[in-house]
């Protein structure tokens, strides 16, 4: 069973730069077939996709986050990971990486529990 | 891309249906057949219930469908439940980019 785990600082200072990884177990990262993602949900707020990264290391961002949002991947850890620069309050949400079925088909099938990231001084 | 637009709020006693609009352009819902569903519980990650429109992930009760006409996506839910009670969020692959709905709280009564 493919299982997603994120961590990392719980806790992040404006205009700091706020880093998770997610460390993929059951099943390898280097699957041709998917890719790998990052979303994240302020509290009592919706759902909001950053981006995603294949293996090979191609990443799609989401436009509004493009300018502060940097993935990698490092297969030899199966783990993937987020950094996004220059955090307000604005960035506190839960972060979640899952697992997205991105050849000919479009979905995200296995999530991480999550992480909450606060920003605050 | 914008937030793709659900009602706030759903509800329906036990046994009865219940559906949830999901209305986007013709760049995202309207352009593809990619609309996916996601249940989540509080305090849960979300979990995936509808793909590709109307298709079942293995272990998804047969309660759920799926369906979309033009730019709005539906889903409902047939013979609710309580363990139905959560909060849902439509979502559609949109060419290089991905969106979700602003989410629809389901309340068994």
């Known amino acids: 069973q493919l299982q997603l785990q994120e961590s990392g600082p719980g806790l992040v200072k404006p205009s700091e730069t706020l880093s998770l990884t997610c460390t993929v177990s059951?099943?390898?990262?280097?699957?041709?077939?998917?890719?790998w993602g990052w979303i994240r949900q302020p509290p009592g707020k919706g759902l909001e996709w950053i981006g995603l990264i294949h293996y090979s290391g191609r990443t799609y961002y989401s436009p509004s986050l493009k300018s502060r949002v940097t993935l990698s991947v490092d297969t030899s850890k199966n783990q993937f990971s987020l950094k996004l620069s220059s955090v307000t309050a604005a960035d506190t949400a839960v972060y979640y990486c899952a697992r997205y079925s991105g050849y000919k088909t479009y979905y995200f099938d296995y999530w991480g529990q999550g992480t909450l990231v606060t920003v605050s001084s | 891309q914008s937030a793709l637009t659900q009602p706030p709020s759903a509800s329906g006693s036990p046994g009865q249906s219940v559906t949830i609009s999901c209305t986007g352009t013709?760049?995202?819902?309207?352009?593809?057949?990619?609309v996916s569903w996601y249940q989540q519980h509080p305090g849960k990650a979300p979990k995936l219930m509808i793909y590709e429109v109307s298709k079942r992930p293995s272990g998804v009760p047969d309660r759920f469908s799926g369906s979309k006409s033009g730019n709005t996506a539906s889903l409902t839910v047939s013979g609710l439940q309580a363990e139905d009670e959560a909060d849902y969020y439509c979502s559609s692959y949109a060419g290089s980019d991905y969106v979700f709905g602003t989410g629809t709280k389901v309340t068994v009564l």
């Open positions: 013709s760049s995202d819902v309207g352009g593809y057949n990619y």
């Open positions: 059951g099943g390898s990262i280097s699957s041709s077939s998917y890719y």
